[in-house]
């Protein structure tokens, strides 16, 4: 199946900075990737849906102004946790959705980036 | 909007026992359940998937029943091992484009 990466796997920040974590769909040209966020012994929340040349779609109560995305191209998204504060530790993992070829069902997920804010 | 129920939240299984986890949804145009096991510190990882077209699927040790009248779809996991050990996830899509809704996770605890 398709094979997703992210970098970096963990990150410690200091509040109010800002953290870039990179998705990559290594071997399928994504036009469609997706961000989750799952706190400790809980479900994954789906964040938005990564556009490739477009404008991402959040999902409501998540501010578009702090979690930036940007899919400037058909292997990377990019999340950008925008002045983070202890609040925003989680764990953040990213699947592969659509390709050029049209929305596929199947998401293969990433192997997660950890995000701790002090 | 979507909604999906899965139970048990943990389930602790003596080693070549079975274990079955169970979910249940609630938009009725939904079309693909996959099942996902994520190991501790990993992303998820995609076990099975059943698509509405169908009852069943078996893949070795792993199956899925779908019932598309009662809206609920079971994972059975067969002669478990304790590399079986993780939390499950069951997931629905198809409703509103290729976005996935998650269940809550059921911890899954194979004892040898």
């Known amino acids: 199946g398709a094979v997703v990466s992210q970098h970096p796997s963990w990150v410690i920040c200091k509040s109010g900075t800002s953290v870039k974590i990179e998705c990559r769909s290594l071997d399928f040209q994504a036009t469609t990737m997706f961000w989750y966020r799952q706190f400790p012994k809980q479900s994954l929340m789906l964040m938005a849906t990564?556009?490739?040349?477009?404008?991402?779609?959040?999902e409501q109560g998540v501010e578009k102004d702090k979690f930036l995305i940007n899919h400037a191209s058909l292997t990377l998204s990019t999340l950008t946790v925008t002045s983070a504060h202890p609040e925003d530790s989680s764990f953040y993992i990213c699947s592969n959705g659509g390709g050029t070829t049209g929305a596929r069902e199947t998401q293969y997920f990433g192997p997660g980036t950890r995000l701790l804010v002090l | 909007g979507e909604n999906v129920e899965q139970h048990p939240s943990t389930l602790s299984v003596q080693e070549g026992d079975s274990a079955v986890i169970k979910c249940t949804y609630s938009d009725s145009a939904s079309n693909y359940f996959p099942w996902y096991k994520q190991e501790l510190g990993k992303g998820p990882q995609l076990i099975i998937d059943?698509?509405?077209?169908?009852g069943e699927k078996k893949d070795q040790r792993i199956a899925v029943t779908l019932n598309k009248t009662a809206k609920h779809f079971s994972l059975h996991i067969t002669e478990t091992q304790p590399e079986d050990s993780a939390v499950y996830f069951c997931?629905?899509?198809?409703?509103?484009?290729?976005?996935?809704?998650f269940g809550g996770g059921t911890r899954v605890l194979v004892k040898p």
């Open positions: 059943i698509r509405s077209n169908v």
């Open positions: 990564s556009n490739e040349g477009s404008k991402a779609t959040y």
């Open positions: 997931a629905e899509g198809g409703a509103a484009g290729n976005k996935l809704t």
